[in-house]
């Protein structure tokens, strides 16, 4: 069994890059629905450690990568220093230049006020310029949603004001993006199970770095008996031959500035 320990404050960048690859792995996918052209500008809206933002520059675009945690612009810049990064929050950004597209991976469903980031996305890009997101969608992570939510239970601990997630479904989401002006020509919702890194400690890696809100106000002792838990009721489901998956449904969507 691993150590645990439990970060309540900021992202750790290190944690991330080192064991959740997979995040910017299958965000490749997704750059071919944003179809880079040389000489176009995009945001790259959540850029974590910069790996996605990298590749957008390579097709030739003027990019910008913005994240809410210091800690990831900190190692974003670090990781490409010719890379323009800045700290901004997808409720509320704002460019200087309107935008040829605005691209967003594994981000958004940490957003709740939805409609607060599709207007700041919306009066940053330029009319016709183009909206490229994947994120959690509706049913996300929902065995380990549950999971917790009942090795929470033994603590009396209701999960509902600790959930951090927006998982939406294709109606809402495209319906959102069409109050505020825009066209919604691609949706797509899909499952992609998600095999973690670190053998035996996946389960309890991930739960470190992105469920850790579920465990606040938890002693150590107490947060490490709620992840073996978790670990129990999953096993049958989701460990299979020394591997961790994790039930990852993803919504895909391409959206126009009218
Ligand atoms: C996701 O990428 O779907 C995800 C990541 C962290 C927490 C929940 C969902």
């Known amino acids: 069994m691993n150590n645990l320990s439990i970060p309540n404050n900021d992202w750790d960048a290190a944690l991330y890059e080192d064991k959740h690859a997979f995040v910017w792995q299958y965000g490749d996918d997704l750059l071919k629905f944003l179809n880079p052209k040389p000489g176009e500008s995009i945001l790259d809206l959540g850029c974590g450690t910069g790996q996605l933002t990298e590749k957008i520059a390579q097709a030739g675009v003027q990019v910008i990568g913005v994240d809410h945690a210091p800690t990831m612009i900190e190692k974003a810049r670090e990781n490409y220093p010719h890379i323009h990064f800045d700290i901004a929050d997808a409720t509320n950004f704002q460019v200087d230049k309107r935008l040829d597209a605005v691209f967003s991976n594994a981000v958004l469903h940490w957003v709740k006020e939805a409609d607060s980031a599709i ?3 919306h009066q940053s890009l330029k009319p016709g310029g183009r909206f490229v997101a994947e994120f959690g969608g ?44 825009f066209d919604v020509i691609h ?11 670190e053998g035996e400690a996946g ?49 895909r969507i391409v959206a126009i500035k009218l």
Do not use: C
């Open 119 to 121: 207007a700041s996305i």
């Open 138 to 181: 509706k049913g996300n992570v929902q065995a380990i949603a549950t999971a917790l939510e009942t090795a929470l239970e033994a603590f009396n601990i209701s999960t509902q004001a600790r959930n951090p997630w927006y998982f939406p479904s294709i109606g809402e989401y495209a319906t959102l993006l069409e109050q505020q002006g």
């Open 203 to 251: 389960m309890a890696n991930w739960i470190q770095m992105f469920a850790s809100t579920f465990l606040a106000g938890l002693s150590s002792k107490q947060q490490i008996q709620v992840i073996r838990a978790v670990e129990e009721y999953l096993k049958p489901t989701l460990y299979q031959q020394g591997t961790w998956t994790a039930d990852y449904r993803r919504i």
């Open 187 to 197: 949706a797509m919702l899909f499952a992609r199970p998600t095999p973690l890194a």
